[in-house]
């Protein structure tokens, strides 16, 4: 089951009725493209700086749940910071002290073998449940949150004491997770849970194709703990929907479920891993994600169900809010729901449709999408339906995907990582960056 088909269980408790907050109405400036690039990331940005828990400095799951704090998505903020500094929306000196606060805390949080648990109470750093038997380590919402903190590691290279401690309590850490654990005694295959109450009990087996690569990634990488090559080749490259090789619209697709699946599929992995000139025995993986993305718009255009909205200007299919609950959007389950991290998280694959998409949302339905941290989360012009909350885990990709499209930063980073060189190469990897 993919990460957003399990996020339906928790929306019951996490969600509220929609009368329960009115929308923010925030001014929308007439800007170029590239102003307006800048002035989407920094109202993106607020969410994981102004909204941030004041303890923990982690962001909250939503903007209905401020005391939740999610792994993952705080993983996408900490990158986020980065640009935040790069774009020069705060000081490297602020970006710093708010990055040892987090450090800090998720020192001090529950783990349970080295790995987070999906949310953690923002105040005390205890376990909050995702489901009932979910109450323990996460391993791939701790993958997002690692990406992000060597991305964090390798950004700050001063010789100052607080850059030193920054970078030796985040290594410290990275060595101390446990991603063998996770094979449970061993196996060909990471498990994404494990409980101190009910041990594998969620028996939830990592397989691809879908935003869990980075996993395979790290646990490959990892110093003191890693996973041999077979558990990449027998698990994660082992599926139904992995290497598939179909084509939709004339476009190639690599792997994947038909139709290439929720866009998110193409982002969070690759928020650090980067996928120019990736490839492996599998995939070229830039090819995938492109493809993916162009796939997924072209279904948008041809719009076999009739909704209204969908067009070349509007389009972007992936897990978000909806006007029902909470959804994995995509072809094969579309439900009239634009979600606007999809396209705007298209940035590096799809540039000049991209910004197609991000004027058409800021211009054309701004004044019911726009709000104090940039784009609402989904909306839907059929049941004439427009969110009025920001979600963590689709606010981080904005931010990072349009700075890996503007400079390369978060690839950069991420792909300095000797560990991660390493960790490409024993899986078979090929990449420039490696």
Not at 32 to 52: C, E, I, M, N, P
Not at 117 to 134: E, I, N, Q, Y
Not at 216 to 244: C, D, Q, R
Request: proline residues 6%; contains cysteine; neutral net charge.
């Amino acid at each position: 089951m993919i990460r957003s088909l399990i996020c339906v269980i928790c929306c019951t408790i996490l969600m509220l009725p929609a009368t329960a907050q009115k929308k923010k109405r925030i001014p929308r400036p007439q800007l170029g493209d590239s102003a307006l690039l800048t002035l989407v990331q920094q109202r993106t940005f607020d969410y994981f700086w102004k909204f941030a828990h004041p303890v923990s400095g982690l962001a909250p799951e939503r903007t209905t749940t401020p005391e939740v704090v999610t792994v993952g998505g705080s993983g996408f903020g900490v990158m986020a910071i980065l640009v935040g500094i790069e774009r020069k929306f705060i000081t490297r000196e602020q970006g710093l002290e708010r990055l040892l606060k987090i450090v800090n805390f998720m020192y001090k949080a529950d783990h349970y073998h080295g790995v987070w648990p999906h949310w953690l109470d923002g105040a005390t750093g205890k376990t909050v449940p995702f489901s009932r038997r979910d109450d323990g380590g996460d391993l791939v919402e701790s993958a997002f949150m690692w990406q992000g903190l060597l991305c964090v590691r390798q950004y700050f290279t001063g010789n100052t004491p607080k850059e030193q401690e920054l970078r030796n309590k985040i290594t410290w850490m990275w060595g101390e997770t446990e991603w063998n654990w996770y094979t449970q005694g061993g196996q060909d295959v990471l498990y994404w849970h494990w409980s101190p109450n009910s041990g594998w009990a969620m028996n939830h087996q990592i397989r691809g194709w879908n935003e869990c690569l980075i996993a395979y990634v790290l646990a490959a990488s990892s110093p003191n703990y890693p996973i041999s090559p077979k558990v990449y080749h027998n698990g994660w490259a082992v599926s139904t929907f992995f290497s598939t090789n179909r084509e939709y619209y004339g476009i190639k697709l690599p792997l994947g479920f038909p139709y290439g699946g929720p866009l998110f599929f193409a982002h969070y992995s690759f928020l650090g891993l980067d996928p120019r000139g990736l490839k492996d025995q599998y995939a070229d993986y830039w090819e995938q994600n492109k493809n993916h993305t162009l796939i997924n718009r072209q279904y948008c255009i041809e719009n076999p169900k009739k909704f209204k909205g969908y067009s070349a200007d509007c389009w972007g299919l992936t897990a978000s809010d909806n006007h029902e609950f909470y959804n994995a959007h995509s072809p094969t389950n579309d439900l009239g729901v634009i979600t606007p991290t999809a396209a705007l998280s298209s940035f590096p694959y799809t540039p000049e449709y991209s910004m197609q998409a991000l004027k058409y949302f800021y211009n054309n339905v701004g004044d019911r999408l726009w709000g104090e941290y940039g784009f609402y989360d989904a909306f839907n012009e059929t049941v004439n339906w427009f969110d009025y909350q920001y979600l963590a885990i689709d606010q981080g990709p904005i931010v990072v995907m349009i700075e890996n499209y503007r400079s390369g930063l978060l690839w950069r980073l991420f792909m300095s990582c000797p560990e991660i060189k390493t960790g490409l190469q024993r899986l078979g990897f090929s990449s420039p960056a490696i």
